[in-house]
């Protein structure tokens, strides 16, 4: 059953969450793009913009001020929320005798994650296999996710690097959500799928959404699916990464990558991170703490004076190829949801379906 | 050992220290509280991550027996600023310790073969326990072969081990060095992988575990294969940058594979592919 939940009362569905301690995270304009962060009030929602994006590029324009939800995405969405980019892992403390007190970092807050997009919530599922599938389960990020409502809004726009469509995605949510909601005249058609999103809901009073409403929403939604562009290419994207690991196309897009590392860190799905001490002065405590770390970088791969991705060629290829690869055979899934950041936040362009295109186009060359 | 939060380390004791040479020591170690130090189990090949209080973790594979509850022996070589703290502690300071983590050797697969062990420089270590198990449980296996090299007879360490498997019920020891010091007449002059032609390989039934750098394992295969050994009979231990030993800081990653909980022991076929590539 779908509501229909018109703009004033989405503000009650806020302060709602405020009241029962979550905090409301949720889009809003800054810097001239559209960020996550902590907001109270709906005005604070990126209303009347749209983004347009291109590989290397990334603008907010104006557009229909009726609406919040016009864009597609900005640089980051929930990953700094769930996987924070630096976090205390735990303390110690050394007493007057030299033992040694190791202690956990608690984190227990509430977090109300509005507004991301379908893309955002399948790299919540996909970051929820490399943290929590295993025998060996990351409490602090447990935590956050036990803790955590997620609202989504339905895509109604596909930018130009958005390819969701051939990345087992799709604008319209389909499930592990609490809330879905959908942008339509005066407000969104919604529906749920937690008990903790019907009992918020249901303290709203909302009417049953209307079948005009309900179809306005669909093809909403298939106006996003429709003007998707950009396609990720078909086929066994392991098997290929895997056997061309020689490629000439690495050296080529080599010359293009700064080796920068923006795209691992936009990226939804990256999770690679370094743990570092942070010593008290007196020398009597430590913090150990972890910090998003990036592939591109010569640290990554360093082990007693070897660096063994050297260079700019070895720290893309393993991007590329544990992005779209190796990241099946770890955890039965790729890497990319198409959400098309790394492309739009990369200084020089480049474009991982037409280097993985790239890559294709030679290999079926080779085989003729 | 139970632990909820798998990154979080323990308390340990360093009850002793052994200078094996200038730059690798020795640290034996009890976890202080001990409940935790009893129910600790490991088996060879595995590795624990050790932690210098206010310097960080490293990954050091467990040296001592698995049958032992005594000390759990840590050897550890002064690369850099971690090793090199932990190398400045004393008897008695407090450290902290969590795992044990990955795959170890296959000792199972291992009953009634031979067993060839080549290792090159402080890659003994993590064949120790190997080597433990094995002459505790003598008559499970067959011919123990120990092959060492070293760049320089001067760094040569586990002096009084070395003597003692030498001296062991069906078990070898040969030792190579590049450079001999005095008094090394007995050693070969040269690489460990030329220790090979003085043993005696039953191809059938012999398993190689290997530990040391890359270009010492891939030669050493090339030429155990040569022999006539099946490549599903050589496992050897790989060695990235680990972080959190749990497959989640993703430094550690060696094509799909995670070192830390996919290895440190894999089988030369697992990891053929990726080892002949150059930076993977």
Same mark, same amino acid.
């Given at each position: 059953?779908?509501?229909?939940?018109?703009?004033?009362?989405?503000?009650?569905?806020?302060?709602?969450?405020?009241?029962?301690?979550?905090?409301?995270?949720?889009?809003?304009?800054?810097?001239?793009?559209?960020?996550?962060?902590?907001?109270?009030?709906?005005?604070?929602?990126?209303?009347?913009?749209?983004?347009?994006?291109?590989?290397?590029?990334?603008?907010?324009?104006?557009?229909?001020?009726?609406?919040?939800?016009?864009?597609?995405?900005?640089?980051?969405?929930?990953?700094?929320?769930?996987?924070?980019?630096?976090?205390?892992?735990?303390?110690?403390?050394?007493?007057?005798?030299?033992?040694?007190?190791?202690?956990?970092?608690?984190?227990?807050?509430?977090?109300?994650?509005?507004?991301?997009?379908?893309?955002?919530?399948?790299?919540?599922?996909?970051?929820?296999?490399?943290?929590?599938?295993?025998?060996?389960?990351?409490?602090?990020?447990?935590?956050?996710?036990?803790?955590?409502?997620?609202?989504?809004?339905?895509?109604?726009?596909?930018?130009?690097?958005?390819?969701?469509?051939?990345?087992?995605?799709?604008?319209?949510?389909?499930?592990?959500?609490?809330?879905?909601?959908?942008?339509?005249?005066?407000?969104?058609?919604?529906?749920?799928?937690?008990?903790?999103?019907?009992?918020?809901?249901?303290?709203?009073?909302?009417?049953?959404?209307?079948?005009?409403?309900?179809?306005?929403?669909?093809?909403?939604?298939?106006?996003?699916?429709?003007?998707?562009?950009?396609?990720?290419?078909?086929?066994?994207?392991?098997?290929?990464?895997?056997?061309?690991?020689?490629?000439?196309?690495?050296?080529?897009?080599?010359?293009?990558?700064?080796?920068?590392?923006?795209?691992?860190?936009?990226?939804?799905?990256?999770?690679?991170?370094?743990?570092?001490?942070?010593?008290?002065?007196?020398?009597?405590?430590?913090?150990?703490?972890?910090?998003?770390?990036?592939?591109?970088?010569?640290?990554?791969?360093?082990?007693?004076?070897?660096?063994?991705?050297?260079?700019?060629?070895?720290?893309?290829?393993?991007?590329?190829?544990?992005?779209?690869?190796?990241?099946?055979?770890?955890?039965?899934?790729?890497?990319?949801?198409?959400?098309?950041?790394?492309?739009?936040?990369?200084?020089?362009?480049?474009?991982?379906?037409?280097?993985?295109?790239?890559?294709?186009?030679?290999?079926?060359?080779?085989?003729? | 050992?139970?632990?909820?939060?798998?990154?979080?380390?323990?308390?340990?004791?360093?009850?002793?220290?052994?200078?094996?040479?200038?730059?690798?020591?020795?640290?034996?170690?009890?976890?202080?509280?001990?409940?935790?130090?009893?129910?600790?189990?490991?088996?060879?090949?595995?590795?624990?991550?050790?932690?210098?209080?206010?310097?960080?973790?490293?990954?050091?594979?467990?040296?001592?027996?698995?049958?032992?509850?005594?000390?759990?022996?840590?050897?550890?070589?002064?690369?850099?600023?971690?090793?090199?703290?932990?190398?400045?502690?004393?008897?008695?300071?407090?450290?902290?310790?969590?795992?044990?983590?990955?795959?170890?050797?296959? @000792?199972?697969? %291992?009953?009634? &073969?031979?067993?060839?062990?080549?290792? $090159? =420089?402080?890659?003994?270590?993590?064949?120790?326990? #190997?080597?433990?198990?094995?002459?505790?449980?003598?008559?499970?296996?067959?011919?123990?072969?120990?092959?060492?090299?070293?760049?320089?007879?001067?760094?040569?360490?586990?002096?009084?081990?070395?003597?003692?498997?030498?001296?062991?019920?069906?078990?070898?020891?040969?030792?190579?060095?590049?450079?001999?010091?005095?008094?090394?007449?007995?050693?070969?002059?040269?690489?460990?992988?030329?220790?090979?032609?003085?043993?005696?390989?039953?191809?059938?039934?012999?398993?190689?575990?290997?530990?040391?750098?890359?270009?010492?394992?891939?030669?050493?295969?090339?030429?155990?294969?040569?022999?006539?050994?099946?490549?599903?009979?050589?496992?050897?231990?790989?060695?990235?940058? @680990?972080?959190? %030993?749990?497959? &989640?800081?993703?430094?550690?990653?060696? $094509? =799909?594979?995670?070192?830390?909980?996919?290895?440190? #022991?894999?089988?030369?076929?697992?990891?053929?592919?990726?080892?002949?590539?150059?930076?993977?």
């Amino acid at each position: 059953m779908y509501y229909f939940l018109p703009y004033p009362k989405l503000q009650q569905l806020i302060d709602e969450l405020n009241q029962q301690a979550y905090r409301c995270v949720g889009p809003q304009v800054r810097d001239g793009a559209i960020v996550y962060d902590h907001f109270h009030d709906i005005k604070q929602l990126p209303w009347g913009v749209r983004d347009i994006q291109n590989p290397g590029e990334y603008r907010l324009e104006a557009h229909d001020e009726k609406q919040a939800f016009a864009w597609a995405n900005g640089p980051q969405a929930a990953k700094p929320e769930l996987f924070k980019s630096r976090e205390s892992l735990w303390r110690v403390e050394r007493d007057d005798k030299g033992k040694l007190c190791f202690r956990e970092v608690e984190n227990n807050a509430k977090i109300a994650l509005f507004g991301i997009r379908p893309c955002d919530l399948h790299a919540i599922k996909i970051q929820d296999r490399v943290f929590l599938q295993d025998k060996y389960v990351d409490q602090h990020y447990q935590r956050r996710r036990e803790n955590t409502l997620i609202i989504v809004v339905n895509c109604s726009y596909s930018s130009n690097n958005c390819f969701c469509l051939t990345a087992n995605g799709h604008p319209q949510a389909k499930s592990d959500y609490d809330i879905a909601l959908t942008e339509v005249d005066g407000g969104f058609t919604a529906d749920f799928l937690s008990s903790a999103a019907q009992a918020l809901l249901s303290k709203l009073a909302l009417t049953e959404a209307s079948s005009q409403q309900l179809t306005a929403a669909e093809k909403k939604i298939d106006q996003a699916v429709t003007m998707q562009g950009k396609k990720m290419p078909e086929g066994d994207l392991a098997q290929l990464l895997r056997d061309n690991r020689e490629h000439p196309q690495w050296e080529d897009v080599s010359r293009r990558c700064l080796s920068c590392g923006n795209c691992t860190q936009v990226c939804p799905t990256c999770f690679c991170h370094r743990e570092v001490e942070k010593p008290a002065l007196d020398g009597q405590s430590s913090e150990h703490v972890r910090e998003w770390d990036s592939c591109f970088t010569e640290g990554h791969s360093y082990i007693h004076g070897l660096v063994v991705r050297k260079s700019t060629k070895h720290r893309y290829r393993q991007w590329l190829t544990h992005k779209l690869g190796t990241w099946h055979e770890q955890f039965g899934t790729s890497g990319c949801v198409g959400c098309g950041r790394c492309i739009t936040w990369c200084p020089t362009g480049i474009d991982i379906t037409k280097e993985v295109a790239a890559l294709q186009k030679e290999q079926q060359h080779d085989d003729e | 050992m139970t632990n909820n939060n798998c990154y979080l380390p323990h308390e340990a004791e360093i009850v002793e220290r052994v200078i094996e040479s200038p730059s690798i020591f020795t640290m034996r170690l009890r976890f202080v509280d001990d409940t935790t130090h009893n129910a600790y189990e490991f088996i060879p090949g595995q590795f624990n991550m050790v932690y210098l209080p206010g310097g960080g973790e490293v990954a050091i594979s467990i040296v001592s027996d698995p049958e032992s509850k005594d000390l759990y022996d840590h050897t550890i070589r002064i690369v850099g600023r971690v090793t090199k703290g932990l190398a400045q502690l004393k008897d008695g300071d407090r450290i902290g310790l969590r795992g044990p983590f990955g795959r170890g050797w296959p @000792m199972e697969k %291992a009953k009634k &073969h031979n067993v060839i062990v080549i290792t $090159g =420089g402080i890659g003994c270590a993590p064949t120790v326990s #190997v080597i433990h198990y094995i002459l505790n449980r003598r008559q499970d296996y067959g011919r123990l072969s120990i092959l060492q090299g070293v760049k320089h007879t001067d760094d040569f360490f586990y002096r009084h081990r070395f003597e003692t498997w030498r001296q062991a019920e069906n078990t070898q020891v040969f030792l190579a060095a590049n450079e001999l010091g005095d008094h090394y007449e007995n050693w070969h002059h040269g690489f460990v992988t030329d220790l090979l032609d003085q043993v005696d390989v039953d191809s059938e039934h012999t398993i190689a575990m290997m530990c040391g750098p890359e270009i010492m394992m891939l030669k050493s295969i090339e030429k155990l294969l040569q022999l006539g050994m099946s490549a599903e009979n050589v496992y050897l231990t790989m060695e990235r940058s @680990m972080h959190c %030993a749990v497959g &989640h800081c993703g430094h550690c990653q060696f $094509g =799909g594979k995670f070192i830390c909980k996919d290895g440190p #022991v894999f089988s030369f076929p697992e990891v053929e592919a990726l080892l002949k590539a150059k930076g993977v």
